[in-house]
T-cell receptor, first 114, second 113 residues
Framework: KQEVTQIPAALSVPEGENLVLNCSFTDSAIYNLQWFRQDPGKGLTSLLLIQSSQREQTSGRLNASLDKSSGRSTLYIAASQPGDSATYLCAVQNGGSTLGRLYFGRGTQLTVWP | AAGVIQSPRHLIKEKRETATLKCYPIPRHDTVYWYQQGPGQDPQFLISFYEKMQSDKGSIPDRFSAQQFSDYHSELNMSSLELGDSALYFC????????????FGPGTRLTVL
């Protein structure tokens, strides 16, 4: 069974810092990996999706990398802002019989203070 | 752009009652997924439908059932509710099964008293 782990569980930084969120997964036979943002009590907003054949994806101040063979992904946030405060979830899609379902990590709760 | 719609947004039920959650996917999306997120937990996959057929089933209790209708909307029916069923229930949709971005709805917060 796929297990996804995110480190750190929580992170508090001053505005303007560059930061890295880490995600690891146990089964490297993935189709893709997705990073989400979740505000308290709210839904999940997709930030970036990396296909298994890709190494990284960028959107604005966000950059996600994928090292499939080692089972790792990182989300890099440049020049953090208070509005970035949220929980960031990493999720993977496997192939095979469980094609489609997402396996989530517990998330990293990010606080960016002014 | 149209998003995934879920209704109701909040639901309060008593133990042993029944609840029905509805999901309206993004237009032209052919796949619907249901996830359950307990307090402080990561979302857990329940069930999915592709072109109105069940495509995958996760750790969904036997008390729960779901279906996708001809207009692609989906309903999650939950019977004999228990306190532990209190959670956020998310629906997500995608346009191509498995390999495309899943877009999530705002969720239905179910509270069982």
């Amino acid at each position: 069974k796929q297990e996804v782990t995110q480190i750190p569980a929580a992170l508090s930084v001053p505005e303007g810092e560059n930061l890295v969120l880490n995600c690891s997964f146990t089964d490297s036979a993935i189709y893709n990996l997705q990073w989400f943002r979740q505000d308290p009590g709210k839904g999940l907003t997709s930030l970036l999706l990396i296909q298994s054949s890709q190494r990284e994806q960028t959107s604005g101040r966000l950059n996600a990398s994928l090292d499939k063979s080692s089972g790792r992904s990182t989300l890099y946030i440049a020049a953090s802002q208070p509005g970035d405060s949220a929980t960031y979830l990493c999720a993977v899609q496997n192939g095979g019989s469980t094609l489609g379902r997402l396996y989530f990590g517990r998330g990293t709760q990010l606080t960016v203070w002014p | 752009a149209a998003g995934v719609i879920q209704s109701p947004r909040h639901l309060i039920k008593e133990k042993r009652e029944t609840a029905t959650l509805k999901c309206y996917p993004i237009p032209r999306h052919d796949t619907v997924y249901w996830y359950q997120q307990g307090p402080g937990q990561d979302p857990q996959f329940l069930i999915s439908f592709y072109e109105k057929m069940q495509s995958d089933k996760g750790s969904i209790p036997d008390r729960f059932s779901a279906q996708q209708f001809s207009d692609y909307h989906s309903e999650l029916n939950m019977s004999s509710l228990e306190l532990g069923d209190s959670a956020l229930y998310f629906c997500a949709s995608s346009i191509i099964a498995a390999t495309d971005t899943q877009y999530f709805g705002p969720g239905t917060r179910l509270t069982v008293l």
